[in-house]
């Protein structure tokens, strides 16, 4: 089927209505997210209680707003750090790892290659357990030789940030080592000839040429890292980070603002696709 | 300048080796090693494989690996039957500013999270949710129908999360088919039937071996959605993982239990692999 080759009318317009199906079938589920969190009632269901801004704004029970919820507060700000965190390591790691393969041909890159690949066929809750159950055992080991008490191995934030980098830093790497691939050497070399040294070179032609590819990975890596559930699940200790705070208040049963706290994480989320989808046209 | 180069390669390999062997070698191994032991005592452990043992002999953790496994595939299949007419017309039908717009809307939802993804459906579901109303109100059911917490609504949660792993690469693919190609298919007398099996989907198959990889590696590591979206009865592996780890405390069984489920993963990743022809380096590379 090819719009250059005429088809029955019926078939077209089934195929235009399954498509605009699918989009509903996408749609739904946020629309109803997002409309709920106007609901002025207890529950985020039918019947429809009348508009209000209560969920967001609200200062008294029962209707306590986002913006004065302290315990969703804390845990956005969690989370937040943890993504900065990530993205700056899976950055960092990413552009490494893309000089390293594109620049470099040693014995057993290809090997090495496919290792870097691994993370993305892992089920994040086993590389969650796998990272818990080894960071224990050095803890552990610690403990029993010298006494000494490990904090950052124990589940924690700094657990969920490595768990989270385990496999954010692959993505990252493809990101940027898909930019470097389509970068002209020659650029560099000129650079060289006109007494570059090769740093100088890598510096102040290669980087920017690769920045767009690295802010779309910090983008992504953010994106990904506010978005985790399974690998933080298994890692988290006492300060949640969002995507956790609200499971645990999704299982007691809902109000409205969890609709409030879900409509502002669309709104930013989209606020940063369209940074960086902008960055990618410019780049 | 070789000395510089060896420096330089030198400087490069350490974040990598540091990466893959401190969070992702040695944890699978230790998790392994982990699963291996038995406790006797106190602090005692002893080499032995009674947690596989354990898992063999328990009918409820042999039918919830089955039962995870089987209706994995099931939602890969689903995910793949929906996605592929989309991405067909997305890449084939659409043109210029709609393509792009339209494919720009296949990725919106995807940017938010899974909780807020199943948060909608749960929703939707419930019995005093928007659909059990709407057919109440329609005259189909005249009291309000709960939809939730059973396995056809874990099987919608899996496939609405895993659509953009499966609509992506099928688009990138469909789109490198030129479309004089499916044009020659029809003028050498073919059907949209013979057209569809002997060019389209033979070119497709690297889009759709790789997005049925990842759609099942997500499906089968799922957590949230069976969790908020399954009853009683429909137990996925993860949960058995969370509880002995996080409830039970006993790190030996989960471990057994997380290194089953790696296998389970890697098994069907390497025979999806195998059977295409295709390698782990061309597909997510």
């Known amino acids: 089927m090819i719009p250059t080759i005429p088809q029955p009318r019926l078939l077209t317009a089934a195929y235009t209505a399954y498509v605009v199906t699918f989009f509903v079938f996408l749609a739904l589920p946020l629309v109803v997210v997002a409309v709920f969190a106007f609901n002025d009632s207890q529950f985020p269901s039918l019947p429809w209680e009348g508009f209000t801004w209560g969920w967001f704004f609200g200062e008294e029970r029962p209707v306590i707003g986002v913006f004065h919820e302290r315990p969703i507060l804390r845990a956005i700000g969690t989370s937040a750090f943890v993504a900065v965190c990530v993205s700056i390591l899976s950055v960092g790691v990413g552009l490494s790892n893309a000089f390293l393969f594109n620049r470099y041909r040693f014995p057993g890159q290809g090997i090495l290659y496919v290792f870097m690949l691994l993370p993305l066929v892992i089920p994040g809750i086993v590389l969650g357990i796998s990272i818990l159950v080894f960071s224990s055992r050095i803890a552990n080991g610690a403990w029993d030789i010298a006494e000494w008490d490990i904090e950052a191995l124990r589940p924690g934030l700094t657990l969920v940030i490595l768990g989270q980098?385990?496999?954010?830093?692959?993505?990252?790497?493809?990101?940027?080592?898909?930019r470097l691939?389509?970068?002209?050497?020659?650029?560099?070399?000129?650079?060289?000839?006109?007494?570059?040294?090769?740093?100088?070179?890598?510096?102040?032609?290669?980087?920017?040429?690769?920045?767009?590819?690295?802010?779309?990975?910090?983008v992504v890596a953010f994106l990904m890292s506010f978005e985790n559930f399974n690998t933080t699940l298994m890692l988290v200790g006492s300060d949640a980070p969002l995507t956790i705070?609200?499971?645990?208040?999704?299982?007691?049963?809902?109000?409205?603002?969890?609709?409030?706290?879900?409509?502002?994480l669309m709104l930013g989320s989209s606020l940063l696709a369209l940074v960086m989808i902008a960055f990618q046209r410019r780049g | 300048m070789k000395a510089e180069a060896r420096i330089g390669l030198i400087l490069l390999l350490t974040p990598l080796l540091l990466w893959l062997s401190l969070l992702i070698v040695i944890?699978?191994?230790?998790?392994?090693?982990?699963?291996?032991?038995?406790?006797?005592?106190?602090?005692?452990?002893?080499?032995?494989?009674?947690?596989?043992?354990?898992?063999?002999?328990?009918?409820?953790?042999?039918?919830?690996?089955?039962?995870?496994?089987?209706?994995?595939?099931?939602?890969?299949?689903?995910?793949?039957?929906?996605?592929?007419?989309?991405?067909?017309?997305?890449?084939?039908m659409a043109r210029g500013r709609t393509r792009s717009a339209l494919f720009l809307l296949c990725l919106v939802p995807f940017w938010v999270s899974e909780l807020v993804r199943t948060f909608g459906w749960m929703i939707l579901l419930r019995e005093t949710g928007l659909i059990s109303t709407l057919l109440q109100w329609a005259g189909l059911a005249d009291q309000p129908v709960e939809m939730l917490?059973?396995?056809?609504?874990?099987?919608?949660?899996?496939?609405?999360?895993?659509?953009?792993?499966?609509?992506?690469?099928?688009?990138?693919?469909?789109?490198?088919?030129?479309?004089e190609v499916i044009e020659a298919g029809y003028d050498l007398g073919g059907t949209n039937v013979?057209?569809?099996?002997?060019?389209?989907?033979?070119?497709?198959?690297?889009?759709?071996?790789?997005?049925?990889?990842?759609?099942?590696?997500?499906?089968?590591?799922?957590?949230?959605?069976?969790?908020?979206l399954g009853g009683k009865d429909s137990l996925w592996f993860t949960e058995l993982i969370y509880s002995q780890f996080i409830v039970r405390f006993n790190w030996e069984l989960g471990a057994a239990f997380g290194f089953l489920l790696l296998l389970l993963s890697s098994l069907i990743v390497w025979g999806m692999l195998r059977l295409t022809g295709h390698t782990l380096e061309r597909t997510m590379g």
């Open chain 2, 149 to 179: 917490y059973n396995d056809a609504a874990i099987m919608v949660g899996l496939v609405y999360t895993s659509m953009l792993f499966m609509v992506v690469p099928l688009v990138t693919t469909l789109e490198s088919l030129p479309d």
């Open chain 1, 245 to 264: 705070a609200m499971f645990d208040r999704l299982k007691e049963g809902s109000t409205p603002l969890l609709n409030a706290v879900s409509l502002l």
């Open chain 2, 27 to 92: 944890p699978h191994i230790d998790m392994f090693l982990v699963s291996l032991r038995e406790r006797v005592g106190v602090g005692e452990y002893r080499i032995s494989p009674a947690n596989y043992l354990t898992f063999l002999t328990e009918p409820l953790y042999l039918r919830t690996f089955a039962r995870t496994a089987i209706m994995a595939m099931l939602a890969t299949l689903i995910t793949l039957l929906i996605a592929f007419p989309v991405s067909y017309y997305i890449a084939k």
């Open chain 1, 165 to 178: 980098f385990s496999f954010i830093a692959t993505i990252s790497t493809l990101v940027i080592a898909a």
């Open chain 2, 194 to 228: 013979s057209v569809m099996r002997e060019i389209v989907i033979p070119h497709a198959t690297p889009g759709i071996v790789s997005g049925c990889i990842v759609v099942f590696m997500l499906s089968l590591g799922n957590y949230l959605t069976p969790t908020m």
């Open chain 1, 181 to 218: 691939q389509k970068f002209d050497r020659s650029l560099e070399e000129a650079a060289l000839n006109l007494g570059a040294s090769r740093l100088t070179a890598v510096r102040t032609v290669t980087l920017p040429y690769l920045a767009p590819a690295m802010i779309g990975a910090f």
